[in-house]
């Protein structure tokens, strides 16, 4: 039986190395004797946690029994209570991570086709209710698969758990059948650990209401994992339709077609997209998955942030998902090349943006409603000197609107207005001499504001007339 499962739920090939992760305990032992008795070439990977006195012990007995099998060892350790502090990590998240990094690191540097883990049933359990607990979706609520890849660690090499189907009692039985002598962890009693207290307390308690919870969770899982399999095809037909490119660190959808999707599949879009960007980031949340869904059918203002240093804008018809250090400009970013004066009311600056200029009678009903940010209202006899438009010099400073007359070096606008980092050198600034007046997109200069005593008006407007050619 397990050797199906081996070879159909895990995809594992009998003629390639797989690497398995062996802490000494009896899921992983059952789980090395089952993969070299099935003929697999095993190598034999433990990672030394330095959490408990016993660890080196466990460590060499891992070694032994390698050697006992005649299988080829690795072994690595690290400080993970040192380490996690460092990083701000629980003690249970920096070792997974430490674990995983010289797994997969040890599983590429020795050709192998997976790396396998043996956990079982009751991780499956303890793992879907540990979701639930801290709130998760559907892929979260699915549970561990036996064959899944995992970007943050390697974006070829799959993890793979051929135990999944076995209780902690069934790997117990196998070891006192086979001989082997497993190593029982006693910081499995702790229950200063979440998933110590969930194992110990909180499942023992609801199995007073249903004294089959373990089973029933599993079997929901895999229900789930069923479903999320269907919207996953749902996700791939409609990524097909509304992704209309991409490009080094950012994805482009069609604005109409991700708007008239469900939520549930605009959040599955994005998910994808940003894991796309970032395959070694950190999860992304519900929250972070429904503002991007929100953005998408209502994309008012400019941009909004999204998760791993990723944010959303709207343009053109599309809703873009970029990282910061990204090349965004797309020919859709009005942009500035040489110093260029406003002459007859129209300045033409290139890739199909166009600024024009107004004078109209001071109306309170026009500009103290305005909305636009492509728009500017500006006292007419403040720029009567005339307006040029250039790029940002070193050591330019801007009194923005609504900050009391205060000053800010426009480098750190640019910054707190999160203007993409690649469309901030070109980024056109409207000037009156060595004043600047407006920073098109954004805010209009404190000093330049129509007031109660102005007497004339001029209406500035940046806008895309003509797809550049």
Same mark, same amino acid.
């Given at each position: $039986? ?5 070879? /159909? ?93 010289? $797994? ?133 037909? $409609? ?132 909305? /636009? ?97």
């Amino acid at each position: $039986m397990l050797e199906d499962v081996l070879r /159909d739920n895990c995809g594992l090939d009998p003629a390639r190395p797989v690497l398995a992760g062996v802490s000494g305990g009896p899921d992983s032992l059952c789980l090395l004797d089952v993969l070299h008795t099935a003929g697999y070439q095993v190598i034999v990977a433990h990672f030394n946690h330095k959490l408990r006195p016993e660890a080196d012990l466990e460590s060499a007995a891992v070694a032994g029994r390698a050697r006992t099998l005649g299988l080829p060892f690795v072994t690595d350790s690290a400080d993970v209570r040192l380490w996690a502090g460092e990083q701000g990590l629980s003690i249970e998240e920096a070792a997974r991570t430490l674990r995983y990094r010289f $797994m997969f690191a040890a599983a590429r540097t020795h050709q192998a086709q997976a790396v396998a883990v043996g956990h079982t049933a009751e991780d499956q359990v303890e793992t879907v209710l540990m979701h639930f607990l801290r709130g998760a979706g559907l892929a979260g609520l699915k549970g561990m698969e036996y064959h899944t890849l995992l970007p943050v660690f390697d974006v070829e090499i799959p993890l793979v758990r051929p135990l999944l189907s076995l209780w902690r009692a069934d790997t117990e039985a196998y070891c006192r059948e086979h001989g082997l002598e497993p190593h029982f962890d006693a910081s499995n009693a702790d229950e200063t650990y979440f998933r110590n207290r969930l194992r110990h307390t909180l499942i023992p308690e609801l199995e007073k209401y249903n004294p089959r919870f373990k089973e029933a969770l599993v079997r929901t899982a895999q229900a789930l994992q069923g479903d999320y399999a269907v919207l996953q095809a749902d996700v791939e037909a $409609m990524w097909e339709e509304a992704v209309t490119g991409t490009g080094d660190g950012w994805v482009a959808f069609n604005q109409l077609l991700l708007a008239a999707c469900e939520p549930g599949l605009q959040r599955n879009l994005f998910r994808r997209a940003g894991e796309l960007l970032r395959p070694r980031g950190r999860d992304i949340g519900f929250e972070a998955l429904e503002r991007a869904a929100a953005f998408a059918r209502n994309p008012a203002g400019k941009q909004v942030d999204f998760v791993n240093g990723l944010y959303l804008f709207a343009e053109s018809g599309m809703v873009y998902l970029t990282a910061y250090e990204a090349d965004v400009s797309f020919g859709d970013w009005p942009q500035v090349g040489q110093p260029s004066a406003v002459s007859g009311q129209r300045l033409e600056m290139g890739n199909g943006w166009v600024l024009t200029a107004e004078e109209i009678p001071a109306s309170p009903e026009d500009w103290s409603k305005n909305t /636009d940010p492509w728009s500017a209202w500006l006292d007419a006899d403040l720029t009567a000197g005339g307006l040029t438009v250039r790029a940002r010099r070193e050591g330019d400073v801007f009194h923005p609107l609504g900050m009391g007359g205060q000053t800010v070096k426009v480098r750190e606008f640019y910054i707190n207005v999160k203007i993409p980092k690649q469309a901030r050198k070109k980024w056109p600034l409207v000037c009156v001499g060595k004043d600047i007046v407006w920073v098109p997109g954004y805010r209009i200069a404190h000093p330049f504001r129509v007031t109660g005593k102005t007497k004339r008006v001029l209406y500035l407007n940046l806008k895309k007339i003509r797809a550049d050619t």
